[in-house]
């Protein structure tokens, strides 16, 4: 039998560096600064394209972060569908302002989703990201979601029911 601990209170000193641990006693870790989001639902219940270059989907964000040394923490919630069988649908954020730079590959984007199509021509797919972008700027920073199709079929964003969130998040340093 292991006697039971209470963490809260029975755990003191530091951790060696050996097993594991920082050897230190204390540290201040990251903290959220600031959340701003950007969350509703698009006209016709989807944006689609057959492109396979990058093309904006009109939802964005914007930040300022209030120390340059800030991280942005971008996270995407939506449901996507590919229309063609095994297609993929690919997703990159752009920040927009106050320049436009594809922050994600420019082949793959940030994420990739596999839709397998299936026999009745359609598959839908829910989907939550994260991205991390480091401005170094105290200036506004605008994020966006573009998407394209992986194999030229009809790659559908915002699919249930048109419904989407992006959120960005200032990590403090």
């Known amino acids: 039998s292991i006697p039971a601990t209470n963490l809260a209170s029975g755990v003191t000193g530091t951790l060696a560096t050996t097993n594991g641990g920082t050897g230190a006693t204390s540290f201040t870790p990251g903290k959220i600064g600031q959340v701003v989001f950007n969350q509703g639902t698009v006209s016709g219940s989807h944006i689609v394209t057959t492109s396979t270059s990058f093309v904006g989907t009109g ?27 095994d297609d993929d649908v690919r997703l990159a954020i752009y920040r927009t302002s106050p320049t436009n730079n594809n922050l994600s590959n420019a082949t793959y984007g940030a994420a990739q989703f596999r839709i397998e199509a299936g026999t009745g021509g359609t598959n839908y797919n829910g989907t939550t990201f994260s991205f991390i972008d480091s401005p170094s700027s105290t200036v506004g920073q605008v994020y966006e979601v573009y998407m394209r199709s992986g194999g030229g079929g009809s790659a559908y964003f915002c699919q249930v029911n048109g419904m989407y969130r992006l959120t960005c998040k200032e990590i403090l340093a």
């Open 59 to 85: 939802i964005n964000q914007g930040i300022t972060c209030s120390a340059t040394s800030s991280k942005v923490l971008i996270e995407v919630y939506t449901g996507m569908m590919a229309s063609s069988t």
